[in-house]
Structure formats: structure tokens, C-alpha cells
């Protein structure tokens, strides 16, 4: 019989982000101005963030379980029958065998076993919590299933609310999000989230399910090493077995065949802007991004010349990202400015203008040098990077990355300083711009 939750441990944790946050807006004090990147943003991620639902979606559909009526007495989940075995752990990956390394109930349960989980119990008012790891001893992968069963419907919901957030806003060190999933036909609605962590010849990759099915919220977890971020279809089919073996008592299966369609887990925190966990990551810093509301700079010297009053932009704004808990310089971090523009013509000539400023700046500014460093480019984003260095004159020379890019009509606008031994490769930088791009299309 699997033991009740015991009292959750994480109540401190939000004390904590808000004391990290205000570490952050004293330190964006002394980060060098104009530090950020503009780019323009269609509207399609409004579309994908209603898609995930949230605290005025509707309540989830009545299951077909007799004991939801009466959750005081829930029969589900009981036991372990309904979790996940060995065997239907094969479609994970087809090479090697799958066992079952370790079940527990909530009293015997660690306190975290998958990605970016904040606290032991996402409903420390839940009826039960079962915990199943297993292995694969041919190529090492592992992987955990993780079911909260709650007292009724309406809480499950906020339960499954809760592990989304906790994975969109995820804090964990070296930790980032490579991709985003809304998922179909595994229970009555979820999410999948691929989180890389720090890159070497092979890069450790977290594929994390999230299911809501009735009374019970499941999360699966695959961990594997990679050279690219894995495709959600092994962990997409896994977890359709298991919510259907939990559904069979919980009610709320899925209808249809199970699909997963590409979408960023929303930032519900600052819509418009990254969360921390979209922040590129760097080997020399085992210590989690964090974000703040930064000063509205409605300016920027050096080669881009920015000025969001000038060129009439509806609205803008600025979040800073830094990381107060590394040791780095007080100059080290990255800004993203957003800027809403009157129409789509408007931004994208304001970022020709800016790529003007900058692919000219050597011409203008003295003592600048310019190297690009790349395109960004997709169906609905154009922009460009660059790396500016300015010689002081006195033997000191300050680095930035740039980067400019646009879509619809917003404007994000991107500055990153180049440290010793703080630099990220102008791959990771143009991704960061793109993600802020997609990110953008939720600011209003």
C-alpha cells in the first residue's frame, strides 16, 4: 500500500529565487550599459501558450473511474500494478534491456528524481506518490516514472499546472531547454520538454513527458547521451503505455493517436522574454541563470545607436540575466530587449536600420572593430551577429556580441560581454537570439 505525502520540503524556495532576484537588479547596477539584442516576432506563440492550458483552462472531462465520485476513498494507485514495467520501457530505445532498478511510495520516495523538480510533491495534499526508476545496462541510459495521484479532478489539474511550471522556469545548473513539445493522445493533455546540459563530444539530454490522466499527474523521464538533441518519439510512445495502464483506473485517456507538436513551454512568469532556462550554458559556470527587470534604457551608443523613442516604438522593455551565485565579474550577464513596433514594416526597417549601424560601424566609430557572425534566418526571422570590439587605448579592449534579428512586429534586441574564459561559441549566441525571437512573441 503506498503511504500518504509526507509534508513538502520546498517552502523556502521561493523565498530564495525572489532574495536571488534582488542580488540580480543590485548587480544589474554595475553591468556596462547596453547589453541587448532586437529582434522582431510573429504571433504564433500566443497560440502555443494558450495551448498548454493553465489555471482558467477548463476542468478536465470526467473520467470513467467509480472512485473518482469519491476521493476521500480512492482506490487509485493502490499498489504498483499500473506503473510502467520493464517491458513496456522497451520502446525507449531498442537496444539492450530495460529493468526495473527501484519502486517507492511517497514516505520512501527522494525528494527530487526528475528534471528541474522544485520540491518533493507538486500537491502536498495529494492522496499518494509512486516513484519507479529503471536502466538500460547496454547503453547506460536510465530512466523514472513519477505519479501524484490527488484528491479529486480540479487538483490534479493544478498538480500538472504546477510540474509544467516547474520545468518552464527551470533554475537547475547547467541545465537548458533545446525543445518544446504540446502533446495529444497521451491522457487529457501534455507537455514534453528536452533539457541539454552542458556539451562535449556527447551532451547529456533529459526527455521529460508530463501527463495529466484524471485524478493522477505522470512524468516520465529518459536520460541518454547524445551528439544532437533526441527526437520526442521514444519518450512520446513510452509514456501513451504508461498513462493508459494509469488511466485504466484513474480515468481521463487520451483519444487518438499520440502526437507531439513543437512549442516552447510558456514563460508565465515574464511572457515576451526567455526564462532562465533558455539562457545559453558555459562550462565554467555551474550556477543557474537568473533573471530580473532591468532599468528601460531607451538607448544604446557603440555601433548600434539604438533609440526605441526615436523610432517610435509602441513599447519596450528589458530583462537582464546574470548570475549572482558564480563567481564572475559584476560586468558579466545578458540583456534581451523587446520592443513592439506599429506594424511589421515599421520593426523590420528598424532592424535594416540597426544591421546598417552595425555592418558600417568601422567607418564611423574610430576605434571599433567589426566581425560578423552569422545569419538568422527561418520562414518568419531575419537577423545577424556580430562581435564589436572597442579599443580604449590604454591596452583595454571591450568585446560584446551582438545580435539583431526580426519577425512580425517585434523587436528584441541582444547584448552579450566577452569575458575571459566567458565567452559561448557564435552558434550558441545565434540560437539564444532565435529563442528570444520565439520568446517575443508573446510580449503585448
Request: charged share 20%; hydrophobic share 40%; with cysteine.
Amino acid at each position: 500500500m503506498a503511504g500518504s505525502h509526507r509534508a513538502s520540503r520546498g517552502g523556502g524556495r521561493a523565498a530564495a529565487r525572489e532574495a536571488r532576484r534582488q542580488k540580480a537588479r543590485k548587480r544589474n547596477q554595475t553591468i556596462a550599459a547596453g547589453i541587448a539584442v532586437v529582434v522582431l516576432v510573429g504571433g504564433g506563440g500566443v497560440a502555443a501558450l494558450n495551448a498548454f492550458g493553465g489555471d482558467k483552462s477548463p476542468d478536465p472531462k470526467a473520467g470513467s473511474s467509480a472512485s473518482d465520485d469519491k476521493p476521500a476513498n480512492s482506490n487509485v494507485l493502490t499498489d504498483d500494478k499500473a506503473l510502467l514495467d520493464a517491458a513496456g520501457a522497451k520502446t525507449l530505445g531498442a537496444t539492450g534491456a530495460w529493468t526495473v532498478t527501484q519502486t517507492a511510495d511517497g514516505d520512501s520516495a527522494p525528494d527530487s528524481v526528475f528534471a528541474c523538480q522544485a520540491q518533493r510533491f507538486a500537491d502536498p495534499a495529494g492522496v499518494r506518490t509512486w516513484v519507479r526508476m529503471f536502466q538500460n545496462a547496454t547503453t547506460k541510459d536510465t530512466a523514472v516514472q513519477y505519479v501524484e495521484v490527488s484528491n479529486d479532478k480540479a487538483s490534479a489539474l493544478k498538480t500538472y499546472n504546477a510540474v509544467v511550471h516547474w520545468l518552464s522556469q527551470c533554475t537547475a545548473p547547467q541545465t537548458r531547454l533545446s525543445s518544446g513539445y504540446v502533446t495529444t493522445g497521451v491522457g487529457e493533455r501534455g507537455v514534453i520538454a528536452v533539457f541539454g546540459q552542458v556539451p562535449g563530444s556527447k551532451t547529456k539530454y533529459k526527455t521529460v513527458a508530463v501527463a495529466l490522466a484524471g485524478q493522477a499527474t505522470m512524468v516520465l523521464e529518459h536520460d541518454t547521451l547524445a551528439a544532437t538533441p533526441p527526437r520526442p518519439d521514444a519518450v512520446l510512445a513510452t509514456a501513451n503505455v504508461a498513462a493508459k495502464k494509469i488511466c485504466a483506473q484513474s480515468g481521463g485517456c487520451g483519444t487518438g493517436a499520440p502526437v507531439a507538436k513543437p512549442a516552447l513551454l510558456p514563460n508565465v512568469d515574464a511572457p515576451g522574454f526567455m526564462a532562465s532556462v533558455d539562457l545559453p550554458l558555459l562550462s565554467e559556470i555551474n550556477k543557474p541563470w537568473v533573471s530580473a527587470p532591468a532599468a528601460k534604457g531607451n538607448s544604446s551608443g557603440g555601433c548600434e545607436k539604438i533609440d526605441f523613442k526615436k523610432a517610435k516604438a509602441l513599447k519596450f522593455g528589458t530583462v537582464t540575466y546574470v548570475t549572482p551565485e558564480a563567481k564572475v565579474p559584476t560586468e558579466f550577464g545578458l540583456d534581451d530587449t523587446v520592443a513592439k513596433f506599429p506594424s511589421a514594416a515599421a520593426a523590420a526597417s528598424y532592424v535594416t536600420q540597426i544591421r546598417k549601424n552595425v555592418d558600417s560601424c568601422e567607418k564611423n566609430v574610430s576605434n571599433a572593430k567589426v566581425e560578423a557572425t552569422g545569419t538568422i534566418q527561418t520562414s518568419t526571422i531575419k537577423g545577424k551577429s556580430w562581435k564589436a570590439t572597442y579599443d580604449t587605448g590604454d591596452g583595454k579592449k571591450y568585446i560584446y556580441r551582438i545580435g539583431v534579428a526580426g519577425s512580425g512586429d517585434r523587436v528584441v534586441y541582444m547584448l552579450f560581454p566577452v569575458l575571459k574564459e566567458l565567452d559561448i561559441t557564435d552558434t550558441a549566441f545565434n540560437e539564444t537570439v532565435a529563442r528570444a525571437v520565439d520568446r517575443s512573441a508573446a510580449y503585448s
